[in-house]
């Protein structure tokens, strides 16, 4: 590729990672407004007074209040119930960490009478990084994720970060952030190495013109079934203060070579009947 043209790319990449962009415009403002606190009444619009009777108005606020702090309860008792799981879970399980590369040969000939040997430290994985985008296919807007996870024995951490884009107007570009941290366990150990199975808990954070956050629920499935083919499902379930359940799910195919895997798909981003997301996602893995 020419300098010119490899700058100019240079650029163009800087440009989507590092801009701002603005956050109260278009459909990503329409993804973003039910999870806003409902304004309290004292706040309303004089117009709204006049049109309706101010007992209803008092009546909505309180019960607005009301299921916000049912659902505040609602939401620590299912954290401190769900939390204990997978951490319980990883501590009670054998060490274990996935391999690098699935389709690597499994050096370990044992029978059932005897322990099996431990693999060498060098096919274990430590740390997978992986850079995506995503772009919907019913609304002017794309994405680029990019994420991190580390293996520290049965226990897996994760924090991904999106920024999806829109241009409302010409001339204009606003922004979405979505932050996910995350803590799994794979409960199918080192009983196969093509198959990897993640119960996640953990927080999301939807950061536009305010900070929403939300508990987060999710289950991961990794199926390596005929070189060099692998298979990905996940979904998402984000439970914030206001607003209806945020889920995001993937399906996608890709190729696993050694360390690497290329894989696309699907992606859904379905909150109710408010504003959603749908259309094509692709990446790449890097496993060390």
Not at 122 to 127: E, K, S, T
Not at 139 to 155: D, H, K, W
Not at 258 to 275: M, V
């Amino acid at each position: 590729m020419p300098r010119p043209r490899l700058g100019a790319a240079t650029a163009v990449a800087l440009v989507a990672v590092l801009v701002a962009g603005r956050v109260d415009a278009g459909s990503l403002d329409k993804f973003e407004k039910p999870h806003k606190a409902p304004a309290p009444s004292g706040e309303e619009d004089s117009s709204k007074k006049k049109s309706a009777p101010s007992s209803s108005s008092s009546y909505s606020s309180t019960s607005s209040s009301s299921s916000g702090s049912n659902r505040d309860g609602t939401l620590t008792a299912i954290f401190l119930c769900t939390v204990i799981v997978p951490i319980l879970g990883a501590c009670a399980a054998p060490y274990h960490r996935p391999v690098v590369d699935p389709y690597s040969p499994d050096p370990r000939p044992w029978s059932p009478d005897e322990p099996a040997p431990r693999r060498p430290e060098l096919q274990y994985r430590h740390w997978e990084a992986h850079v995506g985008g995503f772009i919907a296919s019913n609304e002017a807007v794309f994405a680029r994720t990019m994420a991190l996870r580390g293996y520290a024995g049965p226990m897996v951490f994760s924090a991904s970060w999106d920024r999806m884009y829109e241009t409302p107007a010409p001339g204009e570009l606003a922004r979405l952030d979505l932050v996910r941290f995350g803590v799994s366990s794979n409960p199918v150990g080192d009983a196969s190495q093509r198959v990897e199975i993640y119960p996640w808990m953990g927080a999301l954070l939807m950061r536009g013109t305010e900070n929403h956050w939300a508990f987060d629920l999710g289950l991961e499935l990794r199926i390596y079934p005929v070189s060099p083919l692998s298979i990905r499902a996940s979904s998402f379930a984000s439970i914030f203060r206001y607003g209806p359940v945020l889920f995001d799910t993937r399906l996608e195919l890709g190729v696993s070579f050694d360390r690497f895997e290329l894989h696309g798909g699907l992606r859904w981003l379905t909150q109710a009947k408010e504003q959603g997301f749908a259309g094509p996602t692709a990446g790449l893995t890097v496993r060390l």
